[in-house]
């Protein structure tokens, strides 16, 4: 599969924000996008996750109670679902923070806004390997992937954690895989 095949990831975040995220009570927050494979199609998948700022620049994470998925060669919204932990195969308390995150204005200084930027250039780099399902890639794609999962660790959401790994079990056991 080419390239061309997929919207730009930056693209698809700013979709998620409009309609899907457009549709929920204010403060959710927006998890990082994750390639889900349905058959020959690739989705990205959105979580969205309850917040309360207790301290200034500090937000409390709840398990996500949402889901929105949106194509990735079209960027076409697809649907919005309800969820609970047990979705995720997670047995969280939905009344119970997960643990703490610092909110986006905090997040703007120079290093976060640049390991982003980085992390979503490891998307349009990596996904098209993914889709097409390949394991053996070039050198500087190894790379890429060891770098991906590094800046994902960096700036993800720990309270997240759990929830992304379960979700994207294939796309980052793939990452390890090519990395290696």
């Not at 309609?19 to 996008?33: E, R, V």
């Not at 969820?83 to 976060?112: A, C, M, V, W």
């Not at 390997?129 to 190894?142: C, D, F, H, R, W």
């Not at 790379?143 to 991906?148: G, P, Q």
Request: hydrophobic share 40%; aromatic share 12%.
């Amino acid at each position: 599969m080419s390239i061309t095949m997929i919207k730009n990831i930056t693209k698809i975040i700013e979709i998620a924000e409009i309609y899907p995220a457009s549709a929920l009570p204010s403060g959710m927050h927006q998890a990082y996008p994750i390639p889900i494979l349905e058959g020959r199609e690739m989705l990205f998948a959105f979580m969205y996750a309850s917040t309360v700022t207790n301290e200034p620049g500090c937000l409390e994470l709840y398990p996500p109670s949402y889901i929105a998925y949106i194509e990735a060669a079209t960027g076409k919204f697809k649907q919005l679902i309800a969820t609970k932990p047990s979705d995720y195969g997670l047995n969280d308390d939905i009344h119970k923070p997960l643990g703490t995150f610092t909110s986006r204005p905090l997040r703007q200084d120079e290093k976060y806004m640049n390991t982003e930027a980085l992390l979503y250039q490891g998307y349009d780099l990596l996904l098209p390997e993914y889709m097409a399902g390949n394991i053996t890639v070039e050198q500087s794609l190894k790379n890429e992937a060891l770098e991906y999962l590094a800046r994902f660790k960096e700036i993800g959401e720990p309270p997240l954690s759990q929830y992304y790994e379960n979700l994207g079990k294939h796309f980052f056991n793939w990452l390890h895989a090519v990395s290696s």
